[in-house]
């Protein structure tokens, strides 16, 4: 009669996320694995033929940890703005699993940057509508510009390469989404790319040199 497993698959799983998240994807090997279970390498091969199989399904997982932080992001009361916040914060307190979602990602999964982008932009596109009197197409360009905007603080804040404070991302924040607004209202077209590119350029030129 074979051993009982004394681990579920569950189990596994949630101890091969705690090792992706203390030192990163590459830590996790079948000796950490069974370290952290204090266990032999037995119970993981019940359930994943190879160390892969298992990256996978913590790479799912991450996706499920991400997900919440853009929901709790979705309750402030500007949303959108809430989700590039909370964006920021995922980096910040959990760099391992971003970089896993966003900088690494697992041979053959699903997910990445754009695959977040549109994810978040169906939950924040009517926030945007109503707000700043856009349409669908509009609200999406405008939100695309932000959500990359977040992602080099996001990247900037996993490489510990972000001198900037939340007040000054804030500002930039701030900054790009007036400029943005401001752009597409004044500019007819502008986020179809239906506009005279010189034209405007040479206008803004002529404004300079009064």
């Known amino acids: 009669m074979p051993p009982r497993v004394k681990f579920t698959k569950e ?10 998240r203390e030192g990163g994807i590459g830590s996790l090997t079948a ?25 996978h399904e913590v790479h799912e997982a991450a996706k499920g940890i991400y997900k919440g932080y853009i929901e709790a992001g979705l309750e402030n009361r500007i949303p959108f703005l809430g989700v590039g916040q909370n964006t920021i914060r995922f980096a910040r307190e959990e760099p391992y699993l971003f970089e896993l979602l966003f900088l690494l990602k697992p041979e053959g999964a699903d997910g990445g940057v754009i695959e977040a982008l549109a994810f978040s932009q169906d939950l924040v596109r009517d926030s945007i509508m109503r707000i700043y009197h856009m349409d669908a197409y509009e609200a999406d360009c405008y939100y695309r510009n932000l959500f990359l905007v977040a992602f080099s603080f996001c990247t900037m804040t996993v490489t510990n390469d972000n001198p900037l404070s939340d007040e000054q991302m804030s500002a930039i924040f701030t900054e790009i989404s007036l400029a943005v607004c401001k752009a597409y209202k004044e500019i007819p077209g502008l986020p179809r790319g239906d506009y005279d590119r010189d034209a405007l350029f040479e206008a803004l030129i002529q404004t300079e040199r009064k």
């Open 31 to 55: 000796r950490s694995l069974a370290n952290e279970l204090g266990a032999s390498t037995r119970p993981m091969f019940t359930y994943f033929e190879t160390m892969e199989d298992l990256r």
């Open 11 to 20: 189990e596994i799983v949630e101890a091969a996320l705690r090792v992706t």
